[in-house]
T-cell receptor, first 116, second 110 residues
Framework: GAVVSQHPSWVICKSGTSVKIECRSL??????MFWYRQFPKQSLMLMAT?????????EQGVEKDKFLINHASLTLSTLTVTSAHPEDSSFYIC????????????FGEGSWLTVV | KNQVEQSPQSLIILEGKNCTLQ??????????LRWYKQDTGRGPVSLTI?????NTKSNGRYTATLDADTKQSSLHITASQLSDSASYIC?????????FGAGTTVTVRA
């Protein structure tokens, strides 16, 4: 079946630095990718939706200058947390929808970000 | 107020027993309702997807039901195994706009 891969699975960075998380669709072309944030014991919160080759659409309250999303190809989307702060520490998950996959959306394994 | 409410918030069951998780939603209209299993620290994995016209869908020991009239869904786990310990998330989709429940944490004990 379709697989969505995220990298890194966990990362620790210093406050003030930027960190990039990659989301790849391994065996299908992802026309749309979604980025979520999840705090412990809470549901996933949609941050933004990105379509290949166009700018991401951010949810209300999500700072687009802080969470940079790029969907440059049909198999890769990246989320860059800029000038990270401890409150950005969270679990970030991507999902992808591909051509010909109907209503199926596949989730990545998630990436743990800890900002110290 | 969340449009997808799940209950119970958590439950503990003995290995081999059955359990049923509930999902009430207010999202309307909707395209489909999904149940996902999420292990701690991992991404969600799809268990079932039901359109509004489907009443039940099974995936191995997991059986989901849907009553679109009362806007309720349930996920039944049969003969639970230790590996079933996870969070189970109900998701109501309108095309690709997903509304997530907070999940039910299931702990299966030997």
């Amino acid at each position: 079946g379709a697989v969505v891969s995220q990298h890194p699975s966990w990362v620790i960075c210093k406050s003030g630095t930027s960190v990039k998380i990659e989301c790849r669709s391994l065996d299908f072309q992802a026309t749309t990718m979604f980025w979520y944030r999840q705090f412990p014991k809470q549901s996933l919160m949609l941050m933004a939706t990105s379509n290949e080759g166009s700018k991401a659409t951010y949810e209300q309250g999500v700072e687009k200058d802080k969470f940079l999303i790029n969907h440059a190809s049909l198999t890769l989307s990246t989320l860059t947390v800029t000038s990270a702060h401890p409150e950005d520490s969270s679990f970030y998950i991507c999902s992808a929808r591909g051509r010909g996959y109907g209503n199926t959306i596949y989730f990545g394994e998630g990436s743990w970000l800890t900002v110290v | 107020k969340n449009q997808v409410e799940q209950s119970p918030q958590s439950l503990i069951i003995l290995e081999g027993k059955n359990c049923t998780l509930q999902c009430n939603y207010t999202v309307s209209p909707f395209s489909n309702l999904r149940w996902y299993k999420q292990d701690t620290g991992r991404g969600p994995v799809s268990l079932t997807i039901m359109t509004f016209s489907e009443n039940t869908k099974s995936n191995g020991r997991y059986t989901a039901t849907l009553d679109a009239d009362t806007k309720q869904s349930s996920l039944h786990i049969t003969a639970s195994q230790l590996s079933d310990s996870a969070s189970y998330i109900c998701v109501v989709a309108l095309y690709y706009k997903l509304s997530f429940g907070a999940g039910t944490t299931v702990t299966v004990r030997a």
